[in-house]
């Protein structure tokens, strides 16, 4: 197949032929739908029926929505809890894990760890949603053991209460998104030179200090790597929400792809929703292209 | 590779559906009501009679979701995988909306010629009927409902007997069978705030407000909303939380855990809809239950249930016209009533099923009367949310009753405008 029309001599056309199905896939699922969600957010249209024209409506009427701006300041708190904590917890995490508990307690006390921290990455989202909502209920576990306890002041509305929403809504996404920058970090470390930590350990460096110049040092690429991912999954989060609260009490916990959809399905305002899908994927790839280039930097720099 | 793979696995997947879509004899219906609803029951037993007359036809059901039909029925209807047959949800946004864009065949030859203008009386076809802009109430016949649906209080009989109290037929005593539950230390109305069931309890009590006026133009979208009714029930509400008449953490429940508190006997009132019926007719063993509607003047919150719409594309207009008939006719809808279902035209005493009975025999107070005052969530697209999420805000105090009412009015007075 590669020596197609017998140009073997020319193997940069011939890879060509490798990526076509790669490019047709992304034509059809990404750009078609991109360029039509473009087109759509210029219009009026209820799903059905034939899209009416409205210029920058759609646009103009995101500018004074609160709901589209709360969702928006809601998204920059889900970058704390799903890209900077993540990221901060996982790296403290691995480190202890490959550093420490490995040393003192073994491979399989560690490698427990290490599965324990995984696991709510390979449970269904809405299996888990399904149970925090339960969790969290004001008649939840959490509660009930609180007052078990003799804590019952602490019990509170989690879910229901707009000023706990928020948080506990966060406090279930760090739990689902630590364990990927767990194991990303940990085999990173498999790759540091266990000379570095030995040499360090002789001059008397303690653990954090460790931490600190030898494991964030060298694990900047796999840093970036999880944080930009995190990143684009934070301004993107729809479906813990979806599960655990539905973007309330009053809108507490709505985000942008919520919004998308509230305004897609119920409110049948497709091309407002076109409008504000176009919105958040423009800043994902700005922060995404900003966040590469100052990679790109620092690389070079090395 | 692994999205072509994909792009070629649809490809596949539409071919071949296009495909079982050519052979003729086969009736596809789909429906969402549960399996274990009166409704439920009673039709997939109406099913088996349809397979029985028409042995050489292949029967195709589907279970479906309100809320995958809710989402993406518009598209279903507009692609050529639609069934034959199925459930749609009444209501301007829903069935008014795909009838105003041609997706439905209309109904109005069969509705004479099947007898269905002999079951039915005017009333209950008020849902069926929408107008070129999709606005209910005149306009061809593009679907039939063949059963009812009200918002009524649910009431543990043995607690009101055991604290002394009666069944409240004015507000004073409603709120005075609360305060005696109260004083005992008890919770009396189980909500769920985070829910349907929050909306609907605001409507009962905006609803005891409401003239066949403000009916009328609210659910018509007529005018700007007048929002009197809803403040009385936004500051009623309000005042239910702040004397415990409802858990202040009711925003953190939704129906299930709000009908669960119900169910296990813990709050003696749980205001929703009849769609709890079949549930609790099969669950509650422990103590005797029964239904009290809110006390209004006249409206009701209810309507007639969801409708059988058949698709433009129906290859089995036939079928699916004598499917609809099997389950309008005296034994399914007895069958129905049976099952705890709120049956459109059973003969009351063919019922055997006290709980079907009495919904049946309230249905028919309310329809009569026409006092059936419709959802408050349907004259807006997208109101059920806006509602959800605003009365959560009242419930939890982050908004007022005077700023809950502005907010409605401000989405529904730019739905009103821009229509």
Known sequence: MADIGGASTDDKRSYYFYMLPGAIGFV?????????????????????????????????????????WGSMSHTLLFIISMTIIPVV???????????????????????????????????????????????????????????????????????????????????????????????????GLSRVDPALYEAAELDGAGWWHRLVTITIPMLAPEIFVVALTTLIAALKVF????????????????VPSYLTYYHFFTTQRVG??????????????????????????????? | MRKSILAMAMGAMVLTTGMVHAQEKTFNIWWFEDADSAEGIAWSHALDELRANHPDVTVNFEQKTFAQLQASGSMILN??????????????????????????????????AQGWDKILNEGDVVLSKYDEMGIYGSGHIWGISVY?????????????DKAGLTVPTTMDELVADFEAFKVQGIIPLALGGADTSGQHVLASLAYTKADDAWIQNYQGLRAPLDTAPFLYAAQTMVDWVANGYVSKD??????????????????????????????FNSNIKDFKWGQFLVPTPKYSVGSTGNLWVVPK???????????????????????????????????????????????????????????????????????????????????????????????????????????
Request: with cysteine.
């Open chain 1, 239 to 254: 479906a813990p929400i979806f599960v655990l609260t539905s973007g309330g009490p009053d809108n507490a916990t709505l």
């Open chain 2, 148 to 160: 009812g649906e009200y918002v009524s209080a649910f009431y543990n009989v043995d607690m009101f």
């Open chain 2, 79 to 112: 692609s050529s995988q639609a069934p034959d047959l199925l459930e749609y949800n009444k209501g301007n946004a829903t069935a008014g909306l795909v009838s105003s864009q041609g997706l439905l065949l209309p109904l109005d030859d069969a509705f004479t």
């Open chain 2, 250 to 279: 009711s925003t953190g429940m939704n129906d299930d855990d709000a009908a669960l508190q119900f169910m296990s006997g813990k709050a003696p009132i749980y205001i929703s809809g009849t769609w709890n019926l079949g549930k």
């Open chain 1, 89 to 187: 917890l996982g790296l403290v995490l691995a480190a202890l894990l490959f550093d420490y508990i490995r040393d003192e307690f073994g491979e399989a006390v560690s490698s427990l760890f290490r599965a324990g921290f995984y696991l709510p990455q390979i449970l269904p989202v809405t299996a888990a949603g399904v149970l925090w909502g339960w969790i969290l209920s004001p008649v939840g576990v959490v509660n009930t053991i609180l007052d078990a306890v003799g804590l019952g002041g602490m019990a509170q509305n989690w879910l229901g209460d707009a000023t706990f929403a928020l948080p506990a809504v966060s406090f279930v996404i760090v739990w689902i998104q630590v364990g990927y920058c767990l194991v990303v970090f940990m085999a």
């Open chain 2, 313 to 419: 594309g129906s290859k089995n207009v036939e079928l699916a016209e004598e499917f609809i008939s099997l389950t309008l006719s005296p034994k399914y809808q007895t069958e129905m009533a049976n099952a705890g279902g709120v049956a459109i035209a059973a003969d009351p005493a063919t019922i055997t099923n006290p709980v079907g009975k009495n919904a049946a025999s309230v249905f028919k107070e309310i329809s009569d009367k026409n006092g059936l005052g419709f959802y408050p969530d349907w004259p807006v697209p997208g109101f059920y949310d806006v509602l959800i999420q605003k009365v959560a805000g009242l419930l939890q105090g982050t908004s007022t009753p005077d700023e809950f009412v502005a907010q409605l009015k401000q989405v529904y007075d730019d739905a009103q405008e821009n229509q």
């Open chain 1, 28 to 68: 059809v699922i990404v750009l078609i739908p991109q360029i039509a969600n473009f087109a759509l957010s210029f219009t009026s249209w209820k799903g059905v029926g034939v899209p009416r024209l409205v210029g920058w409506h759609n646009y103009l009427r995101l500018l004074t929505d609160g709901q589209f």
């Open chain 1, 272 to 302: 407002y929703a076109a409008a504000i899908a176009v919105v958040q994927t423009i800043l994902t790839v700005v922060l995404a292209v900003i966040f590469l280039r100052f990679q790109a930097r620092q690389e070079s720099k090395e």
